[in-house]
């Protein structure tokens, strides 16, 4: 197991546009990480200088001990090391599932390499496959040969790229859970590139979420949630309540009523408070902190989202609710807030 370093790491299009400025990123050995941004963030940029395919105009990459790109090293894909399971498969059509699997295998005697195909075969829940051809699996299965391709020559590290994206949502979760268990299995570093939230919070030890070419945030999917290092990366991964409040011996004062903060600053007399809308409930008007009226509610069968335009805050707020809403647009409402929030700068 190695731990994969990636320090002040900038690229720069021909065009003049920075796509990655100065970005630093550890992942311990054995860890997965969600490499998670908006569309055009750079994720792919990061995946391609990681794998050898481009050139960084500065910073380095290391395995372990060994440096990949650096001041005056650039190590050839084929010697870094690394497996990569990119988006759709890309499967060799002509070969079959276990030629395929066996195609980085190289040194290794022909029984040797049989068992090997074998082993990755049934650790991706494909055994018995290795005679069939790329068009006789479904896409979830070609993506599990890929994975089982990808893992076969035991690298340091695999990279996967939104390798879930041409999969149906049902399809996704399992495979999901299964690609995860198969990385634990064979101790390997991962980084998985995804724009899919629900993705980088269920499947990664680690989430990174990248912003204008750097890392905003790089926690425990648990932390990046209930921790979000500013408003921007609260709204990206999940949805976001801000409401100005007043500080006092670590709770806020709100529109929405008193919240305990997480991490009281010290010092900090004001600020933007941050809550989840899962965090707020909805009350009769008579027993609640703040009062307003609903003016939209989107069903979703396990959840609502239920907007209510409050009568002393500006923006309307999102309130979460289990099933189906207890209340309708134009309905007179009440909120409380439940846990804690965290605390944020007011903008310039
Ligand atoms: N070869 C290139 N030459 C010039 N600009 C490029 C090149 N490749 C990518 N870019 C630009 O760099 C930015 C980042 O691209 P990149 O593909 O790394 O983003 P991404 O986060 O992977 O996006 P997506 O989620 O849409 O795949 C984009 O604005 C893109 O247009």
Not at 145 to 173: C, G, K, M
Not at 187 to 202: C, Y
Not at 260 to 285: K, S, Y
Not at 320 to 328: E, K, L, M, N, Y
Request: aromatic fraction near 4%; hydrophobic fraction near 40%.
């Amino acid at each position: 197991m190695t731990d994969l370093q990636i320090t002040g790491l900038t690229k720069v299009y021909g065009s003049g546009a920075t796509v990655l400025d100065g970005l630093d990123l550890t992942v311990p050995a054995g860890a997965l990480v969600a490499v998670l941004g908006p569309s055009g963030c750079g994720k792919t940029t990061l995946l391609r200088i990681i794998a050898g395919f481009l050139r960084a105009d500065s910073g380095t990459v290391t395995i372990g001990d060994r440096t990949l790109s650096g001041p005056g090293t650039h190590l050839p894909p084929e010697r870094r090391r690394i497996g990569i399971v990119p988006q759709e498969g890309a499967l060799f059509p002509h070969l079959s599932v276990a030629r395929n699997v066996a195609f980085g295998l190289t040194g290794l005697d022909r029984g040797t390499r049989r068992l090997r195909v074998e082993e990755m075969l049934e650790l991706v829940g494909l055994a018995g496959y290795g005679d069939r051809m790329p068009h006789e699996l479904s896409g979830g299965q070609q993506q599990r040969v890929a994975l089982a391709r990808a893992l076969a020559p035991q690298p340091q590290l695999v990279l996967l790229d939104e390798p879930f994206n041409a999969l149906d949502s049902s399809l996704r979760t399992g495979l999901r859970a299964d690609v995860r268990a198969a990385l634990q299995a064979t101790g390997a570093t991962a980084v998985l590139v995804t724009h899919d939230q629900q993705e980088a919070l269920s499947t990664a030890d680690l989430v990174a979420v990248v912003r204008n070419g750097t890392i905003a945030q790089c926690d425990t999917p648990h932390e990046v949630y209930r921790r979000p290092a500013d408003p921007w990366v609260a709204a990206f991964v999940g949805d976001a309540v801000l409401v100005t409040g007043t500080v006092d011996k670590g709770t806020a004062t709100t529109a929405l009523g008193r919240v305990p903060l997480a991490d009281p600053p010290g010092g900090v007399r004001e600020g933007m408070v941050l809550l989840r809308p899962e965090q707020i409930q909805l009350t009769d008007t008579a027993s609640a902190e703040a009062r307003g009226m609903v003016t939209e509610v989107r069903y979703y069968g396990h959840d609502a989202m239920v907007t209510v335009a409050l009568d002393e805050v500006d923006a309307p707020i999102d309130v979460r609710v289990p099933g189906p809403a207890p209340a309708s647009p134009g309905e007179r409402i009440g909120i409380r807030v439940t846990g804690v929030a965290t605390l944020h700068p007011v903008p310039a």
